[in-house]
């Protein structure tokens, strides 16, 4: 009876140390949703998802070798001007000494190109280190126009120091010196610092408009006073202070006494009491001649 009891106990006990057991993997197996009845949701999708998902991924992998291509500016640009936001007009104002191509090719704008995108800042950046430029202005009118406005430097004279020729401006600053016909009639001011006193000789040339035509250069001597080169080839040297009385007395004995048309080399005013006529060495031989060797060629001093 022991050993039965003892049997009986454990058949008692069986039940729920198998249901205490851990299940295995055989047992979690059992619990796993079959395949094919995930795959019968995917039987539920719509029928045009595939080619959406395959259409996704080709833009994608598109746009991707685009961007890493270094395209997608112009892709962009495409697109924008596709809709209606291509750059379609420039309207330039302002520019005189600067030709239109010249502004086109700094605005960098190309076949395709959209307003949108369009960099105005630089493109301004760019205006303003033209050589003419003083400042200029970029404006966008959407849907297509780009408006420039140019506020050029304004040339003022020719600077000449040994064989390089600029123009500069008023206050002397080099424009540019890329110097053509256009600006023949600027006055030539010749040597180093006559570039920052030109509006000293032009004030003074402008108190006689009879004369300002005739004179084809000024020279800067010593950095103190004026020596003007006519264009008959005479030089005038002019005194270093009441230089506007002496202009007007050059031009009185020219009317008077046709003093500018003689076959003369030099007019020395710099004296106030006295004007020193030389000679061409023609006219002073024949006055040699005239005089019985009596007459002198001139005044030979160094010019200071």
Same mark, same amino acid.
């Given at each position: 009876?022991?050993?039965?009891?003892?049997?009986?106990?454990?058949?008692?006990?069986?039940?729920?140390?198998?249901?205490?057991?851990?299940?295995?993997?055989?047992?979690?197996?059992?619990?796993?949703?079959?395949?094919?009845?995930?795959?019968?949701?995917?039987?539920?999708?719509?029928?045009?998802?595939?080619?959406?998902?395959?259409?996704?991924?080709?833009?994608?992998?598109?746009?991707?070798?685009?961007?890493?291509?270094?395209?997608?500016?112009?892709?962009?640009?495409?697109?924008?001007?596709?809709?209606?936001?291509?750059?379609?007009?420039?309207?330039?104002?302002?520019?005189?000494?600067?030709?239109?191509?010249?502004?086109?090719?700094?605005?960098?704008?190309?076949?395709?190109?959209?307003?949108?995108?369009?960099?105005?800042?630089?493109?301004?950046?760019?205006?303003?280190?033209?050589?003419?430029?003083?400042?200029?202005?970029?404006?966008?009118?959407?849907?297509?126009?780009?408006?420039?406005?140019?506020?050029?430097?304004?040339?003022?004279?020719?600077?000449?120091?040994?064989?390089? =020729?600029?123009?500069?401006? &008023? $206050?002397? #600053?080099?424009?540019?010196?890329?110097?053509? +016909? !256009?600006?023949?009639?600027?006055?030539?001011?010749?040597?180093?610092?006559?570039?920052?006193?030109?509006?000293?000789?032009?004030?003074?040339?402008?108190?006689?408009?009879?004369?300002?035509?005739?004179?084809?250069?000024?020279?800067?001597?010593?950095?103190?006073?004026?020596?003007?080169?006519?264009?008959?080839?005479?030089?005038?040297?002019?005194?270093?202070?009441?230089?506007?009385?002496?202009?007007?007395?050059?031009?009185?004995?020219?009317?008077?006494?046709?003093?500018?048309?003689?076959?003369?080399?030099?007019?020395?005013?710099?004296?106030?009491?006295?004007?020193? =006529?030389?000679?061409?060495? &023609? $006219?002073? #031989?024949?006055?040699?001649?005239?005089?019985? +060797? !009596?007459?002198?060629?001139?005044?030979?001093?160094?010019?200071?």
């Amino acid at each position: 009876m022991l050993s039965l009891g003892r049997k009986h106990k454990r058949d008692a006990y069986a039940p729920l140390e198998a249901e205490l057991a851990p299940r295995g993997r055989g047992v979690a197996r059992l619990h796993r949703q079959p395949v094919w009845r995930a795959a019968g949701r995917l039987a539920d999708l719509p029928r045009w998802t595939g080619s959406a998902a395959a259409i996704g991924f080709l833009t994608l992998t598109i746009s991707y070798a685009i961007v890493i291509g270094g395209h997608g500016r112009i892709v962009s640009d495409a697109l924008l001007s596709a809709v209606g936001f291509g750059i379609e007009a420039v309207k330039l104002s302002g520019q005189r000494e600067i030709n239109e191509f010249q502004i086109l090719e700094a605005l960098e704008i190309h076949d395709g190109s959209s307003l949108i995108l369009f960099d105005a800042d630089g493109a301004r950046e760019r205006l303003n280190d033209m050589a003419w430029v003083k400042n200029a202005s970029v404006m966008k009118f959407y849907p297509s126009t780009l408006q420039i406005r140019i506020e050029e430097k304004v040339p003022y004279a020719l600077w000449q120091r040994g064989d390089l =020729v600029s123009i500069v401006n &008023e $206050a002397g #600053e080099v424009i540019t010196d890329e110097v053509d +016909g !256009r600006y023949a009639n600027l006055l030539l001011v010749v040597n180093h610092g006559a570039q920052r006193r030109a509006g000293e000789i032009s004030a003074a040339l402008s108190t006689v408009p009879d004369l300002r035509p005739r004179v084809r250069a000024a020279f800067l001597i010593s950095d103190r006073r004026w020596d003007l080169k006519l264009e008959n080839g005479i030089f005038v040297r002019l005194p270093e202070e009441n230089m506007e009385a002496a202009l007007a007395e050059l031009v009185r004995m020219d009317k008077e006494d046709g003093l500018l048309a003689r076959d003369i080399m030099a007019i020395d005013m710099r004296l106030e009491d006295r004007i020193t =006529v030389r000679l061409s060495e &023609e $006219a002073a #031989e024949q006055r040699k001649i005239m005089t019985g +060797g !009596r007459g002198r060629s001139g005044n030979g001093g160094r010019d200071t």
